[in-house]
């Protein structure tokens, strides 16, 4: 029996959670006065609390092992249903799964970061991102390796927390935040961010022969940023050396279930480099937001004139249950939202976009489109998503002007 309660007092004694140290010192006392435990028995249990209580109060001055690594393993899954009532151009109707996608993230130490991320598709795998970061410096983050470079708010915003299915017309069309290997700085305030990345292209049209290079360079300003309200002024621009000197641009009509480009400059020749620059801006005040961007785009040509394109989207999104959308001030971008009540939250946004691939010497098609979205959000990692898309397009003199419904099951972890 003095065995047991000897066991019993160590556990006691060793617990720093449960029991405090008077609540020990009162339960030796007790023992002591029954006459179950010798005075040299509570002597020892009287050092060993001394000693445990030293240990849980005196200050640590250690620090993270530069070396000790911690993993978190992160993903999404974007399973996907289209429906198109065709036009002129036979879209096909189907279900794929648009991302499957596995996430590795950890820290090394205190002073570093790395993301290593695959995606499962086609029957087969993508490698995503995959990169180091050096935090060690207050508000900033140096990158190397591959990643999303850092440009416009629709493209830069994961696809884990967009108001649409897809992206807009001229995100789709110019691509701008595509993941690239490079390196890259971020510095941020309160209420800006500074990001730029110096990167290799690989040629998106041939994809052999030498890498060219791309810069590119995006500043964030917000004014005010909290739970329920949010202002965002945006601005970035990209230069892109072809090496190979040509160059594309085209777009799906925010659908992907099928590979159909309504507008398409087709294969350009004499492209010597790209420069594309945007402006974004969003405000949001309670379950009310407003999102809008302008992008253009100039290629430099050797033997043909110059010549330019843009497109612009703007959009609308309300919170029938008053949730808001959550701007993160960080990365000039937006993140997750979490339902006030265990039924969900509702949210419904119209948009409109527009894109013009025609100039002097480029012949791509113009196009409008209109979206209704729905979205129903169990909790803060699953949604369902309900779009339906009204398409005005004209290429060559000839109009396509089909409509699409799409409905997603999205799940992030």
């Known amino acids: 029996m003095k065995k047991h309660c000897l066991v019993l007092i160590c556990l006691l004694c060793a617990s720093t959670v449960s029991y405090s140290q008077d609540n020990t010192e009162s339960l030796i006392n007790i023992l002591r006065e029954k006459g179950i435990l010798s005075e040299q028995e509570i002597q020892m249990l009287y050092n060993e609390a001394a000693q445990q209580k030293k240990a849980n109060t005196t200050p640590s001055n250690s620090k993270t092992s530069p070396s000790e690594i911690s993993i978190r393993l992160h993903g999404r899954l974007h399973i996907d249903t289209g429906y198109h009532k065709n036009d002129k151009a036979e879209f096909n109707n189907g279900t794929e799964i648009r991302r499957a996608r596995l996430n590795a993230k950890g820290t ?26 050096y935090v060690g410096h207050d508000n900033s983050r140096i990158s190397i390796g591959q990643f999303g470079q850092p440009a416009s708010l629709d493209d830069y915003t994961s696809s884990r927390f967009s108001t649409f299915i897809e992206r807009a017309l001229p995100i789709l069309a110019y691509s701008p935040a595509s993941r690239r290997m490079g390196i890259s700085y971020l510095v941020y305030g309160n209420h800006w961010s500074f990001a730029s990345m110096l990167a290799a292209e690989r040629d998106t049209v041939i994809e052999i022969g030498d890498e060219g290079g791309a810069f590119t360079v995006r500043g964030t300003y917000s004014p005010w940023s909290d739970a329920h309200s949010a202002m965002h002024f945006g601005a970035w621009t990209q230069w892109v050396d072809t090496r190979s000197d040509l160059w594309i641009v085209l777009a799906r009509p925010e659908a992907h279930i099928d590979d159909i480009r309504l507008v398409n400059t087709g294969l350009l020749t004499d492209v010597k480099n790209t420069l594309t620059s945007g402006l974004e801006t969003s405000w949001v005040k309670g379950p009310w937001s407003i999102q809008g961007e302008w992008i253009k785009q100039d290629l430099h040509r050797e033997n043909t004139p110059d010549s330019s394109t843009d497109g612009y989207y703007l959009y609308g999104s309300y919170f029938i249950t008053g949730e808001s959308r959550n701007y993160q001030s960080t990365y000039g971008a937006f993140s997750s939202v979490t339902p006030l009540s265990e039924s969900g939250a509702w949210e419904v946004a119209l948009r409109f976009s527009h894109v013009d691939l025609n100039n002097d010497t480029v012949f791509g098609g113009e196009e409008s489109n209109i979206t209704l979205a729905t979205t129903w959000y169990i909790n803060k990692n699953l ?31």
């Open 108 to 133: 090394m130490g205190e002073d570093w970061e790395f993301r290593i991320q695959v995606e499962y598709g086609n029957q087969r795998g993508t490698l995503k991102d995959a990169f180091l970061s």
């Open 383 to 413: 949604r369902f998503m309900l779009n339906y898309i009204n398409v005005k397009s004209e290429k060559d003199g000839i109009k396509d002007n089909p409509d699409i419904l799409l409905f997603r099951t999205s799940l992030f972890f």
